[in-house]
């Protein structure tokens, strides 16, 4: 990033949390607001144990630096005073959205373009009545962004294509990895690729052919290796001496034919959720679940170290 | 692995060769009979090359001690003398291997088990007609399994349990990660779950929604992460507060109204074929495939690695 960029936090639960460690990572000044008082002062504090995690997996420098650059601030005119940038994170309800895109549109300057957080529901359901609808998108991270670089550029029907393309460049400016959808779909690109992969695996196991467990071995033993560094194309174009062309013409009978086979049950019904929560409770009782999701962020702090490792040495 | 256990590999292609280095990594006596004269000693030379690289990635100690427990043989009979197991991995061919299961059935000890790498065909469509077939089911792995540890144990009807324990004991001791079907489904597990995954990622091309190259990134540097050490109800288990059971009653209409929603367009035909290697073959042309090829191999070595280290230093 050329100058120093302000950018604006709107919303400071563990999604803007998440967001503020990416912008002051990079080296913007952050302003955090939330409606509720005193939560973005809370946030910071819980950001600064964040930062210290991140420093023992050296994932970031000094903490104090970064900390320094992320101000809480009382109200959303000051939060949005002179950003270029506000990424929106406030609790996923389409009224809730609605209200804070009108409380944004009443004090926002002319060039601050905002991306909201939304995981599910669509920019054209909250943004319609405001102003500066033309520079309001989806950004949807996947949490938490500072260790999982993806963020779904989503645009509604009236979002201008300029925007798109400045918040595509300011999110690799801070090290995010954007991709781009051409218009809405529900679910967008990741949640819609996670949907089918997993409206399959709840069917394995209703169907009897497998445990939960074997079926999340089969992808952290199998699939998911590859997937971790070169998606589904890339994987298939490698997996034929012609190519991606040559695959599918040898594949793609089979996959149509898998795919057909699906059957179309009504699934995550009470029962087949009590079974597989049952299977679950087995491997990790609940009372563990918070350490295990400490596991996780550990896991891919130190997945993240590994592929930068690994890319730069490339280089 | 208790005393030293001798192995046949029948076939000595990529997947056999591939076996070969499992079994003889782990200290089984390692056998390596092709159909074709010559084919098992020029394997046997093309797998000291992988054991220098496997060397060079700190996944091995000494190719030599390797090296010197695989040994070419002649016939069939000499390969599955005293074998406590059979790898086949034969063209995938309905015939193809129906053939190589009769002529084994003419020579196997009483004792040996057999397990087909058969990625597609189940073993009720090549066993049925053999005495030994209690004691063969299919061992699909993933290439190359010395770098992707899962290895799918699915049983024909007439397969008796014993040998599917028997085969997940060998597996385990040979620091494979079985999973087991409890019968046999089309792709078996892991097709099946590319192929859904896949589907939908031709189908957001198709519809113009994103671009191939945005659909890989959203899965290496998204949706990938978490299932290269997690699998995906791992992961959902531990993306809501209460747990799997929380997760699925909140966002089961989500996925399942996502999955309604995919078009059933027949996909993957000649055109779609056309637009999205002309993508890959922009992003990487054709004569740099092999190139890349290594690249992945390299790639799964440093992630083996890497896993390993963290799963080592977690202990």
Known sequence: MGEVSKVAIIGTGLVGRGWAIVFARAGCQVALY????????????????????????GLIGEPEAVLARITPVATLAEALQGAVYAQE???EKVDVKRRIFSEIDAVIDSQTQVGSSSSGIPASAFTEHVACRARCLVAHPVNPPYLAPIVELVPAPWTEPETVSAVRTL???????PVQMTREAEGFLLNRLQA???????????????SAEDIDRTVKYGLGLRWSFMGPFETIDLNAPGGIADYARRLGPLYQSIAASTT???????????????ERRALLPAEQLAERMVWRDRRLMALAQH?????ESAR
């Open 307 to 311: 592929k930068r490792n690994v890319e």
């Open 196 to 210: 089918v992969l997993l409206m399959e695996a709840w069917r394995l196991v209703e169907a009897g052919l497998a």
């Open 171 to 177: 999110m690799e400016a801070v090290g995010q990895e």
């Open 264 to 278: 179309e049950h009504e699934v995550w019904d009470e029962a087949l959720i009590a079974r597989v929560e049952a």
């Open 34 to 57: 939330d409606g509720q008082t005193g939560a973005a002062s809370e946030a910071r504090r819980i950001i600064e144990t964040s930062l210290q995690d991140l420093k023992a997996s």
């Open 89 to 91: 994170s406030v609790f």
